[in-house]
């Protein structure tokens, strides 16, 4: 196509509230526009970027034995409420009425929708396993839509859903899927990781995310130094800590510590090992219909606490901090809080980590007070993981010591059992000819995530630099002096020859300066350019790759098959 038709708006300036380089190039080089808060209009550059990469994603997903779908954006609120989600999702479900009062949201995902198609249409183990997906516009109305496509709240998503007659079946489509999903991000030549993921409520290891590694990353992953152990900082396990310092020996009783009231302080008055400190973290847990509980996290003082894993412990929608008065009214001391005698409406949960601790010591529930010798044995109520995993902590699961890294979830592969089809009555008839409930996975890819995800790992300080299979063109042809007949001549020529041979080409045919042209070039970031110039007169044109700039000379005679044969 041909640069002086096409709408490609470059610009100089950048978004004021652009941090990422991938919003930053991606809007300066006239690939996506805002509209508003995490709404963005797609360019003719971002659209066909957008189209390849879905192209990758079909291609692979067509190729695994999925089958393609498009379901209704408008989704009817009933099924929302059937599966218990319309009060969970909360303020990111945007809900809507039609003329006739009749309740409607728009999809953030279609778990329900998908759950409704298949128990109208799919009655016997025979018709099983079906892996059903679209590609398909997603509205979830974020609380802080940021980082230009990466956070969007409307957004392109692929999400599949599996259909098995039993665990092993789902296992068998998550597997494949975990397969399909490594091929698509190795073929638009990404860096990734697939880790252990957060599977909410559920628990479980039947989740996991494919993180694009890149230091503006949102999330927090863990990996190992020597093995390849990665999960997602919700999810992360460690080896058990043994402390360094011996347990120390006390009188069970109430002690003064006037104005001592962090671990530290208290670490230095006691001489002892934070490790042997109870941290006592007081949460709001929010429940459906805005019901909400005071809950009491204890845990170690040399740990900190995980809100994921601490939200799914009590099964909460969500955490909330607590106020100073509403620590009051529920009978709580700041600083000296501890889980003991406490009334009977507050929750407590234990960190793993505590099961048979001893020797410890914790608040008192007493203002500067605390109590020495408390211990957990032989008390049998709720234990569960709720701990960070810091960097330098050991591998779970070899003798290795795990870092933090951060990455860009570009996808997420997910087994859900039951969870939906159960509560949605879509069953089929298995050998026996008995009722059962479907079993799923689900599985979802951000596709307009990608574009800013590619970005973020390959691009210089002047701007993008496309992989194979996602650029916009292939080649990009820049007419060095569009005055210069024979340049012109030649650009045209090679224009018509690539194109015929099935190549998609920009051909930079502007009446501009040559130095403006490069300038576009390097903020668009196509791969390969070849520029026709001066040097044409002794038969040489120039190859650019824009992969560190690198430039060479090669006789005009032979660009065409040196390009043919590197694309
Ligand atoms: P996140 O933790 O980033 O909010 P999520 O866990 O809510 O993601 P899923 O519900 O698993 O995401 O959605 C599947 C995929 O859709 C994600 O892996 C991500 O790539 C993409 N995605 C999710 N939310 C957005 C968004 N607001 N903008 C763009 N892409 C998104
Ligand atoms: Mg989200």
Redesign the pocket.
């Known amino acids: 196509m041909r640069f002086s038709q096409l709408l490609i708006p470059t610009t100089k300036d950048a978004p004021s509230d652009a941090v990422l380089p991938s919003h930053i190039f991606l809007t300066r080089a006239g690939y996506i526009q805002s509209v508003g808060s ?1 709404l963005y209009n797609y360019l003719p550059l971002g659209k066909r970027v957008l189209d390849n990469i879905r192209q990758v994603v079909k291609e692979e997903l067509d190729k695994a034995s999925c089958q393609e779908v498009e379901l209704s954006f408008v989704t009817p609120s009933a099924l929302w409420s059937e599966s218990g989600r319309l009060e969970k999702y909360g303020k990111e479900l945007l809900r809507l009425k039609d003329r006739k009062n009749n309740d409607f949201v728009l999809g953030p ?1 279609h778990e329900e929708m998908m759950v409704n198609l298949v128990r109208q249409t799919v009655k016997s183990y025979k018709q099983l396993p079906i892996n059903l997906y679209q590609i398909k516009t997603k509205f ?1 109305d ?1 609380i802080r ?1 940021r980082f230009g ?5 409307e ?1 392109l ?1 692929k ?1 599949g859903y599996s259909f098995a007659k039993d665990e092993e079946g789902m296992r068998a489509d998550f597997d494949n899927m975990e397969r399909t999903y490594s091929r698509i991000f190795e073929r638009l030549g990404l860096d990734y990781r697939i880790v252990e993921a957060d599977s909410g409520a559920i628990g479980g290891s039947g989740s996991k ?1 494919f993180m694009v590694i890149a230091d503006s990353g ?2 927090t992953i863990v990996v190992c130094d020597s093995c390849e152990y990665g999960a997602n900082i919700e999810a992360a396990k460690r080896k058990a800590v043994v402390c360094a310092e011996e347990e120390p020996e006390m009188n069970p009783g109430n002690f003064l510590t006037k104005d001592i009231s962090t671990i530290e302080a208290l670490s230095a008055f006691f001489h002892i090992d934070p490790y042997y400190i109870l941290k006592t973290v007081a949460k709001k847990a929010l429940y459906d219909e805005g019901v909400t509980k005071v809950v009491l996290f204890a845990l170690r003082g040399s740990d900190e606490l995980e809100e994921t894993k601490a939200c799914n412990a009590v099964n909460a929608n969500e955490l909330l901090d607590i106020t100073e008065n509403e620590l009051v009214d529920a009978g709580l001391v700041a600083g000296y809080m501890a889980p003991i005698a406490l009334p009977d409406d507050i929750v407590v949960v234990y960190d793993e980590a505590l099961k048979d601790a001893k020797n410890m010591i914790s608040g008192a529930n007493k203002k500067d007070y605390h109590y020495i010798g408390f211990n957990t044995t032989g008390y049998d109520g709720a234990f569960y993981d709720i701990v960070a995993v810091q960097a330098g902590d050991g591998c779970p699961r070899c003798s290795g010591t795990l870092k933090h890294t951060k990455g860009i ?4 592969i997910f087994q859900l059992g039951t969870q939906y089809s159960a509560p949605l009555k879509a069953e089929f008839l298995d050998e026996n000819g008995k009722s059962q409930p479907f079993v799923m996975g689900t599985y ?3 596709v ?2 990608l574009l800013a995800a590619i970005i973020e790992q390959n691009h210089d300080e002047k701007g993008c630099i496309w992989t194979k299979e996602s650029t916009p063109f292939a080649v990009h042809i820049i007419i060095s002096n569009i005055k210069d007949d024979s340049q012109r001549e030649m650009g045209e020529k090679l224009y018509k020859e690539l194109v015929d041979k099935g190549v998609s080409v920009l051909l930079d045919d502007r009446k501009e300066r040559f130095g403006f042209k490069i300038k576009d070039y390097e903020l668009i970031g196509i791969p390969t350019a070849i520029v026709i110039g001066k040097k044409l007169v002794d038969d040489k044109v120039e190859i650019i790759a824009r992969d560190g700039l690198v430039k060479s000379e090669i006789d005009s005679s032979e660009i065409l098959d040196v390009i043919l044969r590197s694309i």
Not at 149 to 153: C, E, N, S, V, Y
Not at 409 to 412: K, L, N, Q
């Open positions: 995490g995902t979830r974020e839509p496509l990466m956070r969007g709240r957004f998503m999400d995310e949102e999330d979830e570009v996808g997420h979802g890819i951000g307009s995530r």
